[in-house]
């Protein structure tokens, strides 16, 4: 892979997980995480820079639909589940 595709890799993985820190409910958060990990984990030996082209644009679209469920899931305030709200114990 050419520096710059690699680069232009790195940039779209961490705009997708940075994004992706966004959404307010905390299942559709861990999952994205999850997901995007794994997916470019999946990816990580592809060498043809054809296909590496489409998986880049596979993401860039992604990433627009990560923005807009976040921009979508801010409008509707929810309780934060139980897991959230907990405290770290005092020493």
Do not use: C, W
């Amino acid at each position: 892979m050419a520096a710059s595709s690699r680069a232009q890799v790195l940039d779209l993985y961490r705009a997708m997980l940075r994004e992706s820190k966004y959404f307010s409910a905390y299942n559709y958060r861990t999952y994205a995480v999850r997901r995007i990990r794994e997916a470019f984990r999946e990816n990580k030996n592809v060498k043809d820079p054809v296909e590496i082209q489409a998986l880049v644009n596979k993401a860039r679209r992604d990433l627009g639909i990560i923005r807009r469920q976040v921009h979508i899931g801010q409008m509707y305030s929810t309780d934060k589940l139980i897991i959230e709200n907990q405290e770290k114990p005092r020493t």
